[in-house]
């Protein structure tokens, strides 16, 4: 894990994220950031955290989500995961915000999910222990899950960030 000041987003593999999620005794040193929107309901990875792009939008509501969820954290934080559906516009774009952040305590290594959520659910799809508030996750949600980029199944917050160049 490299320096959570690089201009590059860092990415991190499912495998090492379910390593995090299972680990006995349970760690409190890592935060899972979910920046899906319209499309978080119906499933999730245990214990992250929805946080919408629009939560790192203004340097205001950054400084805010920093106060809130981060900077009280005990034990401190040293890793914090964000992903979106697919990880390739929203997660990356909140983690590179976050990492900029002069708000960010040091130390912080900030991580983008290869794949995205998409990605974990091909990948743990069967095992529960992996996956939280699937209730009513029917074959309508796993479409919308495996809805590739662009089509109308899409978060709007997603579109709107790709169109932006961001």
């Not at 091909?122 to 590739?148: D, I, M």
């Amino acid at each position: 894990m490299g320096s959570s000041t690089s201009s590059k987003v860092q990415y991190i593999s499912p495998d090492v994220v379910a390593q995090l999620v299972l680990a006995t005794p349970k760690r409190n040193d890592y935060l899972i950031i979910d920046v899906r929107s319209s499309d978080f309901a119906g499933g999730n990875i245990p214990g992250a955290l929805n946080l919408t792009t629009r939560e790192f939008g203004s340097e205001q509501r950054l400084n805010s989500t920093i106060a809130t969820h981060i900077t009280p954290r005990v034990p401190p934080l040293n890793l914090i995961i964000l992903h979106c559906m697919r990880s390739q516009t929203r997660g990356p774009y909140a983690a590179h915000l976050l990492a900029h952040s002069p708000a960010l305590p040091p130390g912080v290594q900030i991580r983008v999910m290869k794949g995205g959520f998409q990605g974990w659910w091909r990948q743990f799809k069967g095992r529960r222990e992996l996956f939280e508030n699937l209730e009513g996750a029917g074959s309508e949600w796993e479409e919308a899950v495996l809805a590739p980029e662009g089509s109308r199944r899409e978060a709007d917050d997603s579109r709107r960030l790709r169109e932006q160049g961001r």
